[in-house]
């Protein structure tokens, strides 16, 4: 499932350039055409932007914890350690404990609401939760948050359908961390 | 669209002409050099018939110029005699076939290419049958003297591709006076190297090509789209996905189009100077 690097199409080669691309690259190098509009796409969504590391991993981490993605909560608690969150923080993300104990910021509250709205249910979002968010988020906040929710619940399931491997490195750090 | 990009591109000559299709990847030969371990039991991997018309058509409106059909042997597909008359309705075509299969039948359905723009381009790799068949399999050589003849009366046009590690000037003399003798020209006489792909490279045979090596000439399977015929091939049963392009073929204009983008990022005297075609 996983292309190699001596395997790499044209269209991903450069993908492989700079050592191995992780496995949602490899994955997606088995459909090139997919792969060269989609990484930009996840980078755009989930690289540096107008919203913060720390905010961008707030949601990563919750929205994967909610789909059960073994894969992308794992790798992810590494990235929001290294976007500073705290190790508290992260098993609330993660659904080890309670919201309360660590998230003090009223927007960063309303944050949790909305994802665990928008990635945990079905359906219409409840309006005071929408009210709620957009008293602390402006417009194009509202929107990309929300569609960092939406881009990680896609590849939540892609990871979690395909099986893909968390890397050996990822697996020590968090067993360093006390968060295998 | 993309008929205004590919067509300029392949009239100045940045972008080969002809369109190549996989019709199958069976044979009933399984020669020692084989790029796609083709084979009696090998896995199908057919194009649909609709689909290579289809594509043809595509490619007509696109701007390339000619059609090139492969596998496999393209004769065990019954229809293939039908089907190669419909795409030289679109553009003219060169196919590769063994020579092996031209029973009486076969013959006969295939006479109507004679009128239309078909060549067919059969394998003969040496002049004498034992060296010829040692890499094709038994009684390969008689079976293609025997062919060629029966098609050039019937005014079918043949072509002869000898596929060589290397040979002798004086063996290669032979080679000619003999596809003379059975009535194809000089000018319609290929020789190619042997390329390390597929079984070639468990008989430790052939030269290592990639890019820059092989031609970009649009390759459509029943796996995606592939840089240069030579790219789609097969080794441990597995398909080979380095030279892939697209998984989409239809429409052609996305194979045709990342191919062009991945062309115009070469640098300029890139092309290798083997001899591959």
């Known amino acids: ?180 | 669209m993309t008929a205004s990009t590919i067509r300029p591109a392949v009239a100045d000559g940045r972008l080969p002409g002809r369109v190549w299709m996989y019709s199958n990847y069976h044979c009933n030969l399984a020669c020692t050099y084989c790029l796609t371990e083709s084979g009696p039991k090998a896995q199908r991997r057919e194009l649909d018939p609709e689909a290579m018309i289809d594509i043809a058509r595509q490619a007509l409106e696109l701007g390339f110029t000619d059609l090139g059909v492969t596998g496999g042997e393209i004769f065990l597909l019954s229809r293939m005699p039908e089907v190669l008359a419909e795409l030289a309705r679109s553009l003219p075509v060169v196919a590769l076939t063994n020579g092996t299969l031209f029973s009486r039948r076969l013959l006969d359905e295939v006479q109507q290419l004679a009128e239309l723009p078909v060549a067919l381009q059969i394998s003969l790799d040496r002049p004498d049958p034992d060296t010829n068949d040692a890499m094709r399999g038994p009684d390969n050589f008689a079976k293609v003297v025997a062919a060629i003849p029966r098609l050039v009366e019937r005014g079918v046009t043949v072509r002869i591709a000898t596929t060589v590690e290397s040979i002798e000037d004086a063996e290669l003399d032979r080679l000619c006076e003999l596809h003379r003798g059975l009535g194809v020209p000089d000018a319609d006489h290929v020789i190619r190297p042997i390329i390390a792909r597929g079984r070639a490279v468990d008989h430790d045979l052939g030269v290592q090509a990639d890019v820059p090596d092989l031609p970009a000439e649009l390759t459509i399977t029943a796996d995606g789209a592939f840089w240069s015929p030579f790219g789609p091939t097969v080794h441990g049963g597995r398909l080979d996905t380095d030279l892939l392009i697209t998984r989409t073929t239809r429409p052609l204009s996305v194979p045709a189009q990342a191919l062009l983008g991945l062309v115009e990022q070469r640098p300029a005297g890139a092309d290798s100077t083997l001899n591959i075609r």
């Open chain 1, 1 to 180: 499932m996983l292309l190699a690097a001596s395997e790499a199409p044209l269209l991903a080669r450069p993908h492989y350039a700079g050592g191995d691309p992780g496995p949602i690259v490899a994955a997606l190098a088995q459909v090139p055409e997919l792969l060269v509009v989609a990484t930009p796409f996840l980078g755009a969504a989930l690289g540096p932007s107008a919203i913060d590391w720390r905010t961008k991993e707030i949601v990563i981490v919750r929205t994967s914890a909610l789909a059960g993605c073994r894969y992308c909560v794992q790798s992810h608690t590494v990235v929001a350690l290294d976007a500073g969150l705290t190790k508290a923080e992260v098993s609330v993300l993660r659904g080890e404990a309670a919201a309360e104990n660590c998230f003090s910021a009223p927007r960063e509250r309303v944050l949790l609401h909305w994802i665990d709205a928008v990635a945990g249910g079905a359906g219409p979002i409840d309006a005071t939760v929408r009210a709620a968010l957009r008293r602390h988020w402006v417009d194009h906040e509202v929107v990309e948050l929300t569609a960092v929710i939406g881009v990680t619940l896609m590849l939540n399931r892609f990871a979690t359908a395909l099986e893909l491997p968390v890397a050996t490195q990822t697996l020590d750090r968090l067993a360093a961390e006390g968060l295998a």
